[in-house]
Structures are given as structure tokens and as C-alpha cells.
């Protein structure tokens, strides 16, 4: 990707040049999308909607359920917290601006999503127009004017804590009130913390059997209990987790064929079915997007 940007259907995919950290998605008549399964992302996503519309179902601290739906029609931003379970699809026709935003990016501006997001906005979406506009502007800076993104792009995290849309940074956590008791929160913690050390182990019935043992919990508590404490339940937040390491190795550059058997997948088939179910993209399209730079004495 030597001009940082490739396009993949009606999807143009933009690095902003000297601003590591930072993506954008410039989405335009995009044919409707069936719709991506649930998952998280490590970046905080802000998308401007100019056409059609994106829709939206969060996870709910403290509830085994996703939230009612939300829609972002034309003019309307959404907003996405870092680590947050969602499910999201788009209208046929819809055209928008998406930044990506990631963590360590965010710190340089003064935003720390180190320690998660205590307490989520629950309806993701503003019709604030100095949003939308400052989204828009961003975006297209990255392809006209890259000296102005990183002003641009104060001025979409100063709207964005203007307008309470970031998760967790200005308001007292309700989340406690609503988590399983300390002993049972505890194993919660804990079988989260193995699904994250174990990442390349199977995500079928046996590993959740087996997670439920190593915690003291039935499989039904676990279950429950997970999706209530973290969005999900543990086979999908460990999925979830594995295309998120996937994405980081061919980020870098590594081939599709090894990042499948690097991430706990059967084969290179079985990554390509559950990255696009969640990411959108094949894995060799995500590579192009955002892996290194092609070199030209190999093509």
C-alpha cells in the first residue's frame, strides 16, 4: 500500500501519513451489508453518515442482551468505545466517513482508555452537525491536506468530550451496581484473563467446559455471567479476541496462511470464514488495507 490507501469494493481505506494510530474508512454506495457478527474493536470508532444509514446493537453492562437498536441516518455521527461488543450492519447505499482511532494515539491527545470503559454512553449516536462536519473534514484532509489531520482530529476528540461520547472518562461508574458478587465477579476476571493468555486454544463446548472447571463455575454460570460482566459469552469474546490478533498479524504483514494456524484456526478457510463475519473483509483484503507497503521488485 505504497500511496497509504487501497480501495476494496465501495470501501477506500486511508493511513494518515505521519499519524500512526489513526484510520480512515471513506465508504461510498456501499451495497447492504448482511450485517457483522458480534465483536470489538482495540480503536475507538467515530463514523460521519452522509447516505443511508449504519445500525448499531451494544452490549449492556450488566445485561446478558444487546441494546435496542441504534441508527446513525445522514447527517449523524456513532461512536464506539474501545473493547466494546457490538453487532452493526449498513444500508444499501450508504456513504460515510469512519476514523479509527487507536489507544495510543488517543493518550497523545490527553484520552486514556487504558483501563477500559466504566460506564459506555447508551445511545452511541449524535445529530450534532460540528461532529459530523469535523468527521468529514478529518477524513478528507488524510487524501488532501495531511498537514491539518492532527488539528482536525483535536477538534473531533474536543466535540467528542463536549458532547459526553466518550465512554467512561467524565461520569462515576454505574457498572459496579450492576456485576455479579465479588466471588463470582472474581471467576469472571479470571476466565477472562485465560481466554486472553490462551488465545490460539479452541473456542468449541470442550474449552468452555473446561474454562467453567478452572473457575469454580458451572458452564450455564459462566455463560451467563460472562455475557453479563463483558458483552459476550466466552466462545464469543474468545472468537472475537483471535480475528483481533489476526488483524494485528497481517497488519504486519504476515500471510493469511500463518496467521490462521498463529491464531487457534483449522486452516486458512476457517480464518476467512470468521474474519469476514466480523471484520467485513476477507483477510487478504485487510491485509492490502492496512498491511506494510507492497515493494515494487516483487510485484
Given at each position: 500500500?505504497?500511496?497509504?490507501?487501497?480501495?476494496t469494493?465501495?470501501?477506500?481505506f486511508?493511513?494518515?501519513?505521519?499519524?500512526?494510530?489513526?484510520?480512515?474508512?471513506?465508504?461510498?454506495?456501499?451495497?447492504?451489508?448482511g450485517?457483522?457478527?458480534?465483536?470489538?474493536?482495540?480503536?475507538?470508532?467515530?463514523?460521519?453518515?452522509?447516505?443511508?444509514?449504519?445500525?448499531?446493537?451494544?452490549?449492556?453492562?450488566?445485561?446478558?442482551s444487546?441494546?435496542?437498536?441504534?441508527?446513525?441516518?445522514?447527517?449523524?455521527?456513532?461512536?464506539?468505545?474501545?473493547?466494546?461488543?457490538?453487532?452493526?450492519?449498513?444500508?444499501?447505499?450508504?456513504?460515510?466517513?469512519?476514523?479509527?482511532?487507536?489507544p495510543?494515539?488517543?493518550?497523545?491527545?490527553?484520552?486514556?482508555?487504558?483501563?477500559?470503559v466504566?460506564?459506555?454512553?447508551p445511545?452511541?449516536v449524535?445529530?450534532?452537525?460540528?461532529?459530523?462536519?469535523?468527521?468529514?473534514?478529518?477524513?478528507e484532509?488524510?487524501?488532501?491536506?495531511?498537514?491539518?489531520?492532527?488539528?482536525?482530529?483535536?477538534?473531533?476528540?474536543?466535540?467528542?468530550?463536549?458532547?459526553?461520547?466518550?465512554?467512561?472518562?467524565?461520569?462515576?461508574?454505574r457498572?459496579?451496581?450492576?456485576?455479579p458478587?465479588?466471588?463470582?465477579?472474581?471467576?469472571?476476571?479470571?476466565?477472562?484473563?485465560?481466554?486472553?493468555?490462551?488465545?490460539?486454544?479452541?473456542?468449541?463446548?470442550?474449552?468452555?467446559a473446561?474454562?467453567?472447571?478452572?473457575?469454580?463455575?458451572?458452564?450455564?454460570?459462566?455463560?451467563?455471567?460472562?455475557?453479563?460482566?463483558?458483552?459476550?459469552?466466552?466462545?464469543?469474546?474468545?472468537?472475537?479476541?483471535?480475528?483481533?490478533?489476526?488483524?494485528?498479524?497481517?497488519?504486519q504483514?504476515?500471510?493469511?496462511?500463518y496467521?490462521?494456524?498463529?491464531?487457534?484456526?483449522?486452516?486458512q478457510?476457517?480464518?476467512?470464514?470468521?474474519?469476514?463475519?466480523l471484520?467485513?473483509?476477507?483477510?487478504?483484503?485487510?491485509?492490502?488495507?492496512?498491511?506494510?507497503?507492497?515493494?515494487?521488485?516483487?510485484?
Amino acid at each position: 500500500m505504497g500511496d497509504a490507501s487501497c480501495r476494496t469494493g465501495g470501501m477506500r481505506f486511508l493511513l494518515a501519513p505521519g499519524m500512526p494510530g489513526l484510520e480512515v474508512v471513506r465508504l461510498a454506495g456501499a451495497p447492504r451489508s448482511g450485517g457483522v457478527g458480534l465483536h470489538a474493536h482495540d480503536s475507538l470508532i467515530v463514523a460521519a453518515v452522509h447516505a443511508g444509514a449504519r445500525r448499531l446493537r451494544l452490549a449492556v453492562p450488566g445485561s446478558p442482551s444487546l441494546s435496542v437498536e441504534h441508527v446513525a441516518g445522514p447527517g449523524r455521527c456513532c461512536v464506539i468505545d474501545p473493547g466494546r461488543m457490538h453487532v452493526c450492519s449498513w444500508d444499501a447505499g450508504s456513504a460515510a466517513d469512519c476514523l479509527c482511532i487507536k489507544p495510543i494515539l488517543l493518550k497523545s491527545y490527553g484520552i486514556d482508555f487504558a483501563g477500559g470503559v466504566s460506564d459506555p454512553v447508551p445511545v452511541p449516536v449524535s445529530g450534532d452537525a460540528r461532529l459530523h462536519a469535523a468527521v468529514r473534514a478529518c477524513a478528507e484532509a488524510c487524501e488532501s491536506r495531511p498537514e491539518r489531520v492532527a488539528e482536525l482530529l483535536r477538534d473531533v476528540l474536543r466535540l467528542l468530550e463536549e458532547l459526553r461520547l466518550l465512554g467512561g472518562l467524565a461520569r462515576p461508574s454505574r457498572a459496579a451496581e450492576e456485576m455479579p458478587p465479588d466471588s463470582s465477579a472474581k471467576s469472571l476476571d479470571r476466565a477472562r484473563a485465560l481466554l486472553e493468555r490462551d488465545i490460539e486454544e479452541s473456542d468449541g463446548p470442550a474449552r468452555c467446559a473446561e474454562l467453567a472447571r478452572a473457575v469454580g463455575l458451572s458452564p450455564w454460570a459462566l455463560s451467563r455471567g460472562f455475557a453479563r460482566a463483558f458483552g459476550a459469552p466466552p466462545r464469543d469474546y474468545a472468537l472475537d479476541l483471535r480475528v483481533r490478533a489476526a488483524k494485528k498479524r497481517l497488519a504486519q504483514g504476515d500471510s493469511p496462511a500463518y496467521v490462521a494456524l498463529e491464531t487457534g484456526f483449522f486452516d486458512q478457510s476457517h480464518l476467512t470464514r470468521r474474519f469476514r463475519a466480523l471484520v467485513g473483509l476477507t483477510p487478504g483484503q485487510y491485509a492490502a488495507a492496512f498491511g506494510p507497503p507492497s515493494d515494487p521488485d516483487d510485484e
